[in-house]
């Protein structure tokens, strides 16, 4: 699977769009980006998944770039419960397992 | 609620002991997946299995095994156990749609 790169950290005010961004420069065809968050220390949960085309559901908006070299997820009216570390994970067709890097630390201000 | 169970919730042992940690998958998912997150070397994929059968293996050390019942429940089983192996452990189910991963509350394993 492709690695990934993600900026440690990134604050949000409440009520704001929060853009995370994502680099995936060495993505190959049949690899998909996904999105997990995890809150404090729970379960990771899933978000969002696309492999080129732009994607929107119930929690968020996921932005590939044409090239697939890079995407943002966009948290669209981030609210305090969204404070978490968010995964950005490219994974291969047929490929089960995720494997996760460092992730974002996501902190939404009041 | 993801639908995914683990028991015990947490799990405070000494070094060179053996524990079990326990696996309810959502009702009807066939895969289980078991994930290790340490202070150090953060979230990694242990193990999966498929209704049954060890599907795929990642980091997982010897001292550690795996299993999958055919009530699908699956049990992790760590032996001779060192200061190092404190972490939390997830277990995560999924359907025939694996693109979600659906993952349990964790346990925390103290060692000692």
């Known amino acids: 699977d492709a690695k990934t790169t993600q900026p440690t950290s990134m604050d949000c005010a409440e009520g704001r769009a929060a853009n995370l961004p994502c680099n995936h420069s060495t993505i190959s065809g049949n690899e998909y980006v996904y999105w997990y968050r995890q809150i404090h220390s729970q379960g990771p949960q899933y978000i969002i998944h696309?492999?080129?085309n732009n994607e929107t559901n119930e929690m968020a908006s996921l932005i590939i770039t044409e090239d697939r070299k890079s995407s943002t997820l966009i948290l669209p009216h981030a609210t305090l419960r969204d404070t978490a570390v968010y995964y950005c994970?490219?994974?291969?067709?047929?490929?089960?397992?995720?494997?996760f890097g460092t992730g974002t630390r996501l902190t939404i201000i009041p | 609620d993801s639908g995914v169970t683990q028991t015990p919730k947490h799990l405070i042992t000494a070094t060179g002991q053996r524990v079990t940690l326990r696996c309810s998958p959502r009702?009807?998912?066939?895969?289980v997946y078991w994930y290790q997150q340490s202070l150090d070397q953060g979230l990694q994929f242990l193990i999966q299995?498929?209704?049954?059968?060890?599907?795929a293996k990642g980091n997982i050390l010897e001292r550690f095994s795996a299993q999958q019942f055919p009530d699908l429940h699956s049990e992790l089983n760590l032996s001779s156990l060192e200061l190092g192996d404190s972490a939390l452990y997830f277990c995560?189910?999924?359907?025939?749609?694996?693109?979600?991963?659906?993952f349990g509350p964790g346990t925390r394993l103290t060692v000692l």
């Open positions: 299995y498929y209704n049954g059968e060890e599907r």
């Open positions: 009702s009807g998912d066939l895969s």
């Open positions: 994970i490219v994974r291969g067709f047929g490929n089960e397992k995720l494997t």
């Open positions: 696309g492999l080129k």
């Open positions: 995560a189910s999924t359907g025939d749609n694996y693109n979600e991963q659906f």
